[in-house]
C-alpha cells in the first residue's frame, strides 16, 4: 500500500506531471513540522492575527431551551475572516512562502476558504488565484467580493455542476500546468497525501484547545463532540484530540440537501461507496460505473461529493458517526442559533447545531456536548432569505 | 509478447485518441475504422469520466457529450467486441482510476482480455500506485502503460524500467489539447528512458499538425493525437469519420 492510508483510504491518485511537486511538498512538510521557527511564526500569526485561541462557550439559553445535554459552542466564526478555514491556510501559507512559493491557487466552495487564501496571501505578499463554481459565486457573492478586495483573482468553474467539485478539479489543472512559483493551497482534509494529513495537523488546534477548555470549565471531557463534514475539515479538527478518548462520541454531520432519500443529497458517508477521485481512495456519491454524482445541499460550503480518507476510516472502524442533515433542518438551526443566543451560524456550521438540536433533549442534563460553530453567517444571510421566500439585495 | 509491440514495428506510430460514444457509439466505430484505413498504428480508446481532471476543455466537452448520450463501461466493451470482428492493430483504454475500480479491476481487467484490449492508460495512477491495478493487469495480460511528465526528472528511470507495452511522453505541463509550442526538451527525457528500457515510447499533448508530429516522432517512437482529432469530432459530428481519416493520413505521412 502507498503512502498517506488510513485504513484502505487516502493515497497519491494524481498525474505523475504533480508527483515530485507532492513529493516536494511532503519532505518540506516534514522538515518545517518540527521546525521551532516555522513553529514559533505559525503560532504567532495564529495568536496575533487570526485571533487564536477561540473561544468555547457554555450556550446557556440553548442548553435551558432543549431541556437536556449542557451546549458548549466552539466558536471558530469569531476567528479573522469568519472561519475555521484561517487555521490551516496561515499553516499552509508560510509553509509555500519557506518552500520559495510566490503564488498560491485554491479552490473555493461557499468562499470561506477562498477568502482566508486571499486574506494569507495579501498578509505574506503572495500571488493568489481562487477557482470557485460558477454556481456559486452566485450562491455567495459576497464572497466573491471579498476576495477580489483582498487582491485575489477570482476564476468561475463553468464545467460540470459548476460548484465545488469543479472547483477542485479545475485546481488542480491549473497546478499541473504551472508548479514551479505555485503552491496549491488545498482547503479540506481531502486530495493526494499528504494534504489529508497537513490540513488535519493544522486543523487539530480546534481540539487541542477545545479539550483543556472543557477540562477546566467541567473538570472532564464532553460526551459528545459534533461538526459538519463536507470535505471535512473542520470536523477533522474538532475530532482529533479526542479520538484517543473512547467515551466521547463523534459526530460528523453531512448535508442531505433535500434528502439522503433522493438524488439532491450531498451526504457522502450516508449515501457514497468506495472509490477513487481528486487524489484520493474514500467514499464518493457516484453511479455503478464510477461515475461522480451531481450532489446538491443548499450549503455550498458541502456541496461535495466525496469525504475525506480519515473520516472514511473513523467510520469504518465505527470510532466516528456520521448523520445526514437535511436543508430546512438546517436552515431551521440557522435561524433558532441566531434568536436564541444571537449567534448567526454559516450555513455549514447549522447542519451540526441541527444535530445538536435532535441530541441534547434525549441526554441527561449532566452530559456536555460541543459544538464547532465553524463559520460566521453574514455570507449565508441572502440565500437564507431567498429559501423563506424574501429577496433582498446584499 | 505483449501485442502492442506490433504497432511500432511499422516505423513511426501514430496513435490517436478517440473519445468512446462522442457523438455515439455508431460514428465511434466508423472513426476507428477510418484512422485504422489510414494509417493509425494503435488506438487510444476513452471510456468516458464525469470529472476527467487531465484533460482540457476539449476532451472534457468529449466527456460530458458521450455521457450525455449514455455511454457505460459495459457499452464500450461491446463496442470493443464489434471492432475486433476486423480491427487487428493494438487497441488501448484511456479512462479514470475510479472507472476501472468502481467495474472492479478484476472484473476489468478479464473483460479487457476477453474483449481484445491491449493496454490500459490511467493518467491518475502514477507509479507509487499502480500495483493496485497491475497485478490483475498482469493476470490477464493486460499492459499497464506509464505515463511520464516534464517533471518527472529522477523519477524517469524508476518508471520506465517497471514500464509496459509503450510509454507515454507527456510533452507538456498542464492538460491535454493543442498548443502552439512545445518547449520541453523530449530528447533528452527519451535518452534516459533509452538507457533504461527497451519499451517503446510515444509522445502526446498538445500535438496537433504534421510538423509537430514529425518532430516529436523523430525524437521518439511515435506521436499521440486527441484533442485535434476530438475537435473534428466535434465539428462534423456523426459526418466526421471521413474528416478524421483525412486528418491521420497526413498526420501519418508526416512522421512515416
Not at chain 1, 442531505?256 to 450531498?266: L, S
Request: charged content about 25%.
Amino acid at each position: 500500500m502507498s503512502k498517506g492510508r488510513f485504513g484502505v483510504h487516502g493515497g497519491q491518485y494524481i498525474p505523475e506531471t504533480l508527483m515530485n511537486a507532492i513529493i516536494e511538498l511532503e519532505n518540506a512538510y516534514n522538515h518545517y513540522k518540527y521546525d521551532p521557527d516555522f513553529q514559533r511564526e505559525l503560532t504567532e500569526l495564529l495568536d496575533n492575527y487570526a485571533g487564536r485561541p477561540s473561544i468555547l462557550y457554555y450556550a446557556e439559553k440553548l442548553t435551558r431551551e432543549l431541556g437536556g445535554a449542557k451546549i458548549y459552542l466552539k466558536r471558530e466564526d469569531l476567528n479573522h475572516t469568519g472561519s475555521h478555514k484561517i487555521n490551516n491556510v496561515l499553516g499552509q501559507a508560510l509553509l509555500a512562502k519557506k518552500m520559495g512559493k510566490t503564488r498560491l491557487i485554491a479552490e473555493t466552495g461557499a468562499g470561506q476558504h477562498g477568502v482566508a487564501t486571499a486574506t494569507a496571501a495579501a498578509l505574506l505578499d503572495m500571488e493568489c488565484v481562487v477557482f470557485m463554481g460558477e454556481e456559486d459565486t452566485k450562491r455567495q457573492a459576497l464572497n466573491v467580493y471579498r476576495m477580489k478586495l483582498l487582491g485575489a483573482d477570482v476564476v468561475p468553474v463553468k464545467t460540470g455542476t459548476a460548484t465545488l467539485k469543479d472547483a477542485v478539479s479545475e485546481a488542480m489543472r491549473e497546478w499541473t500546468s504551472r508548479i514551479s512559483d505555485t503552491h496549491y493551497c488545498l482547503g479540506s482534509v481531502m486530495g493526494p497525501h499528504p494534504f489529508p494529513t497537513i490540513v488535519r495537523d493544522f486543523q487539530a488546534v480546534i481540539s487541542l484547545e477545545s479539550r483543556s477548555q472543557i477540562l477546566e470549565k467541567e473538570g472532564r471531557l464532553p460526551d459528545a463532540v459534533i461538526a459538519c463534514v463536507g470535505g471535512g475539515s473542520n470536523a477533522i479538527g474538532s475530532f482529533y484530540h479526542f479520538i484517543p478518548d473512547e467515551k466521547v462520541r463523534l459526530i460528523g454531520c453531512e448535508a442531505a440537501g433535500r434528502g439522503i432519500d433522493t438524488f439532491e443529497t450531498a451526504a457522502t458517508v450516508n449515501t457514497g461507496k468506495i472509490g477513487i477521485f481528486h487524489g484520493m481512495k474514500s467514499y464518493f456519491c457516484q453511479d455503478e460505473y464510477g461515475q461522480i454524482a451531481p450532489v446538491y445541499s443548499i450549503s455550498a460550503g458541502l456541496d461535495y461529493p466525496g469525504v475525506g480518507p480519515e473520516h472514511a476510516n473513523l467510520h469504518d472502524i465505527g470510532r466516528a458517526e456520521y448523520v445526514p442533515i437535511t436543508d430546512d433542518e438546517a436552515v431551521n438551526a440557522f435561524e433558532y442559533l441566531s434568536r436564541t443566543e444571537g449567534i448567526i451560524p454559516a450555513i455549514e456550521s447549522a447542519h451540526a447545531v441541527a444535530y445538536a438540536m435532535k441530541l441534547a433533549p434525549t441526554m441527561d442534563k449532566d452530559k456536555i456536548i460541543i459544538v464547532t460553530v465553524s463559520g460566521r453567517g453574514d455570507k449565508d444571510c441572502a440565500a437564507i432569505a431567498r429559501y423563506r421566500g424574501e429577496n433582498i439585495y446584499e | 509478447m505483449s501485442n502492442i509491440k506490433k504497432a511500432f514495428e511499422n516505423g513511426k506510430a501514430f496513435i490517436p485518441f478517440i473519445t468512446c460514444g462522442d457523438p455515439d457509439l455508431e460514428t465511434t466505430a466508423k472513426v476507428v475504422r477510418e484512422a485504422v484505413k489510414n494509417g493509425a498504428d494503435l488506438i487510444e480508446l476513452g471510456i468516458p469520466f464525469s470529472d476527467p481532471t487531465a484533460e482540457g476543455p476539449v476532451i472534457q466537452g468529449a466527456n460530458i457529450r458521450a455521457l450525455a448520450g449514455g455511454v457505460t463501461t459495459d457499452k464500450v466493451f461491446d463496442l470493443v467486441v464489434e471492432l475486433r470482428k476486423d480491427i487487428k492493430i493494438p487497441m488501448v483504454f484511456m479512462t479514470y482510476a475510479n472507472v476501472v475500480f468502481s467495474y472492479g479491476a478484476e472484473r476489468f481487467m478479464k473483460k479487457c482480455a476477453e474483449t481484445g484490449v491491449d493496454g490500459i492508460i490511467l493518467p491518475d495512477l502514477p507509479f507509487e500506485e499502480k500495483e493496485e491495478f497491475a497485478e490483475c493487469a498482469r493476470q490477464y495480460g493486460i499492459d499497464m502503460i506509464s505515463l511520464i511528465a516534464p517533471t518527472s526528472e529522477n523519477r524517469i528511470a524508476m518508471i520506465a524500467k517497471e514500464a509496459e507495452g509503450f510509454i507515454y511522453v507527456v510533452s507538456s505541463l498542464g492538460v491535454t489539447g493543442t498548443r502552439t509550442e512545445i518547449t520541453t526538451n523530449i530528447g533528452d527525457i527519451v535518452s534516459v528512458i533509452r538507457e533504461n528500457t527497451d519499451v517503446p515510447c510515444a509522445v502526446g499533448f498538445g500535438i496537433s499538425n504534421p510538423e509537430q508530429a514529425k518532430k516529436m516522432a523523430g525524437l521518439s517512437d511515435g506521436a499521440i493525437v486527441g484533442s485535434a482529432i476530438i475537435k473534428i469530432i466535434e465539428k462534423y459530428g456523426k459526418d466526421s469519420p471521413k474528416y478524421v481519416g483525412e486528418y491521420i493520413k497526413s498526420m501519418k505521412d508526416a512522421i512515416r
